[in-house]
Structure formats: C-alpha cells, structure tokens
C-alpha cells in the first residue's frame, strides 16, 4: 500500500506536490481554530455574563427585602415589573400568570451569524431564576435571560479573521509558491529539452543557464559535454572521411591497376585468340576450343569493366554527376529487363562534384544492385534532386522488402558510412507496400580533414 502511495505521489506534477500540502495546511489550521474556539468560547462566555448572573441574585435578594417590609407588597411587585422592559435581560416570570412575556431564547437576533457556527460553539444555558416571596408564599421568578447575539456576532467575526487571514497568508505563499516552482521548473525543462536533443546528436543549440545555483551548474555541465560530444563527433566524422578518401584513393589505384595491367593482358590474349580462330578455321576441335577460349576472355573483360566501374566512376567528372546516373540506370535498364524503372533526376546534380558526387552516385548504385539481387521487384523510381540547402536522393520498390533485424546490409551499411563522413542520413523505410531508400546530404559537405599519408 505504502509504495502504491510513493507511485501516486510520483507521477504528479511539483506543481501539485508543492499545493498539496499548503491545501492540507490550510484545512488543518481551520479545523484546529474551530476546535480551540469551540473548547474556548463557551467558558468565555460564561466567564462574561457571570456578574450579570450575580446582580440578578442581588436585585432578587433585595425585592423581597422591599416586599417584605412594604404595606402593600403586590402593588410594590407591579411597580417593580412595570419598571423592567422588554429588552432587558432581567426579567419576570410570575408564577400565577405571566406578569410579562419573556424572551424564550437568549440568541433570538443572530445578526447574520450561520446557525452552524453556534452549533459548533455549544453555547452553554446561562439562564438564572431567583424566586420572589410575598408572605413566604412564590409568587415568581426574577430569571436572567442574557442577549448573547452580540457576543456571538463577535466570535463569528473573529472566526471570519482568522479565516480571511489564514486564506489570504495560504494564497500569498501559494503565489509565492508558484512562482518560485516556475523559476526552478523552466531551467529544469530546458536541461530537459537540451538533453533531448543532445540525445539525438543535435549539440549546436546551448542550454539557457537559469535558476538557482544547482540546477545552473548542472546547466552549464551538461553544455560543457555538449561541447565535448560536440569535438568527439567531429573527430568522428573526419576521421570517416579521412577513411573514405583513403578508401577512394585504393579503389582509384586498383582500378588503375586493373586497367592498366589486366586490360592489356586480356586484349592480347583476344587477339591471339581471334587469330588463332582466323589461322585454323578447318581445325576442328582445336577451332571449338578457340571460341570457347575467345568467348571467355570476352565474358572476362566485360566482367573487368563492370569491376572497374564499380571501383572508380571515371567519367563523373567528365561527363558530369547527372550524365553519369543516367548511364547508370539505362546500365540497369539492359540488365534487368524484366524490372520496370523510372526516374527523377535534378539537372542541378551537375553542379556537384567530388566526395559528394561519388557518394550520391554509390548510393544509387548500390540501391538499385540491391533491388535487382534481393528484391523481387516489379517496377523500382529513383528520385535525386539538390536545393540550395540539401541534396536528397531516393530509391523505392515494390519488391518484398527487407528482413526484420537486417536493416542496413554489407553494402548499405558502407553506404551509411560515407553518408556520415558527409554530415548526412541514410534510411531504410518500408511504407504502403513498397521499400524507400532515403538520402539525405547537406549542399555543402562537412568539412575535409586533411589526409596524411600512412607509415
């Protein structure tokens, strides 16, 4: 029970944990003023209209000393009830027949006090009776009936004062409260807002440092890692591209190799075969083997170019970034004929050059080689277009898409990666039925590291 209460309490606001217990104050001084004024107020009274009591005795005592040595003892008792009037609080109760009609109840004008309030106050009975003598035979009663109306009225209005005072002093602190609580929640938001996007690696924005002393510290510490994470991510980013220039530069140098070294070879082994061939049509199965020879050394070069063309995109900057994808996609078209393939291409994507132009071309490379291994699809769109602010490229497929757990692949996963060095995003979606591959690449590339030469 006790910790389903310590969860209770936890999940309200501080707002709500601060009011809670002024609320509960405030209850518990009302309740702790009506009990002292109830355990109070009726000695109180008592106390005051005790020498009322008294002088009644007193007057009774001395009307029967007048009656007994007067003539006339019932004329001197009219006279005497004649000289009290109504609202007085001594009055006459004649034991024969009411001589005059007295009040039945000392609280009759309450003056506006709530029937509750003398509820709660249990006025005790003040009411006093003396018996009055003519001959050692009662003729009546001299009886007190104080108006305690004023009294009252008085108690109610200080009840009133203790209320208003103790309301406006609850209201005062919660002001007080709740403007205090603003001061140290707004800081402690913003610690919250920034940690946030600290979380999602966005460290550029700086926490405002607010509040009292403890949380401006803890402000300005999470800034200072927010710097730190700041340098380590682009450490990390330059030393991603430092890696993928590095892997350019070997795929530069072993396409260069292939193409200077194994392409010649090839070629002079064509030639000699086609001669071969051309020496001895007659040769029987010396010719047949000649055209299997001839035949493979073809398969190998076209197998030779689609390597070096997967290693090093020569003719970007020759032809330019647009021309090239183009090339790229009616590739794809002659390859997979069965695979219907659409295209938005941005002219503007001439206009960019270098590592972002080779990371736009691999991207939809190996986007689309994807497509035509894996996917199963029946139609595939690639989408590039560039703004002054980004350049975004996307391939999409209708194909079955891609295994729960395996999101990025060997390839996309190196992709990724060249992405990053960039200061962009790579994502793998899967809306209405068809795959997206998203890229995202700022218009101006992070900036390079310089690259030093390794041993």
């Given at each position: 029970m006790r910790v389903r209460i310590d969860l209770m309490w936890q999940r309200l606001s501080f707002r709500t944990q601060l009011f809670?217990?002024?609320?509960?104050?405030?209850?518990?001084?009302?309740?702790?003023?009506g009990v002292l004024l109830q355990i109070f107020a009726a000695g109180q009274l008592a106390d005051e209209n005790e020498p009322a009591r008294r002088s009644t005795r007193t007057i009774a005592t001395a009307l029967n000393n007048t009656l007994r040595a007067s003539d006339d003892p019932r004329k001197t008792l009219d006279a005497f009830v004649q000289s009290l009037t109504t609202s007085s609080d001594i009055q006459f109760r004649s034991a024969e027949g009411p001589a005059a009609e007295p009040?039945?109840?000392?609280?009759?004008?309450?003056?506006?006090?709530p029937q509750w309030f003398v509820n709660l106050l249990m006025v005790p009975d003040m009411d006093a009776a003396t018996p009055v003598l003519i001959d050692g035979k009662r003729v009546g009663d001299i009886v007190f009936l104080p108006d305690l109306s004023a009294d009252l009225f008085e108690k109610w209005i200080g009840f009133l004062a203790l209320t208003g005072l103790v309301a406006m002093l609850t209201v005062l602190t919660g002001i007080i409260a709740y403007v205090f609580a603003g001061s140290a929640l707004r800081p402690l938001q913003h610690l919250g807002e920034g940690l946030t996007r600290m979380r999602r690696g966005d460290y550029a924005k700086p926490i405002p440092i607010g509040g009292p002393p403890e949380i401006r510290q803890s402000c300005a510490e999470a800034n200072a890692l927010a710097?730190?994470?700041?340098?380590l991510s682009q450490d990390n980013r330059d030393l991603m591209h430092r890696l993928v220039s590095l892997q350019d530069d070997e795929r530069r140098d072993l396409a260069?190799?292939?193409?200077?070294?194994?392409?010649?070879?090839?070629?002079?082994?064509?030639a000699g075969t086609i001669a071969l061939v051309d020496a001895s049509p007659?040769?029987?199965?010396?010719?047949?083997s000649a055209?299997?020879?001839?035949q493979s050394v073809e398969a190998l070069q076209q197998t030779n170019r689609r390597i070096l063309d997967r290693l090093r995109p020569l003719y970007i900057q020759e032809l330019g970034l647009s021309t090239s994808v183009q090339t790229l996609l009616q590739n794809f078209r002659k390859q997979a004929?069965?695979?219907?393939?659409?295209?938005?291409?941005?002219?503007?994507?001439?206009?960019?050059?270098?590592?972002?132009?080779?990371?736009?071309?691999?991207?939809?490379?190996?986007?689309?080689?994807?497509v035509l291994r894996h996917a199963k699809a029946s139609n595939a769109h690639v989408q590039a277009t560039v703004t002054d602010k980004?350049?975004?490229v996307e391939i999409s497929d209708d194909g079955g898409g891609f295994p729960d757990g395996n999101v990025f692949g060997r390839g996309l996963t190196g992709m990724h990666e060249r992405v990053r060095a960039l200061s962009g995003s790579l994502s793998l979606l899967r809306v209405d039925g068809r795959t997206h591959v998203r890229c995202r690449l700022p218009a101006e590339p992070a900036r390079e590291a310089p690259v030093q030469p390794i041993g």
């Open positions: 809670l217990p002024l609320g509960a104050s405030f209850l518990a001084t009302l309740i702790l003023g009040r039945k109840d000392g609280r009759h004008n309450l003056q506006g006090v710097a730190t994470l700041a340098q260069r190799e292939l193409h200077d070294e194994l392409g010649p070879l090839l070629f002079s082994i064509r007659q040769a029987g199965n010396l010719g047949k055209q299997d020879v001839l004929p069965h695979i219907v393939l659409t295209d938005t291409i941005d002219p503007g994507l001439d206009g960019i050059a270098g590592p972002l132009a080779q990371t736009v071309y691999r991207v939809i490379q190996e986007a689309l080689t994807n980004a350049l975004v």
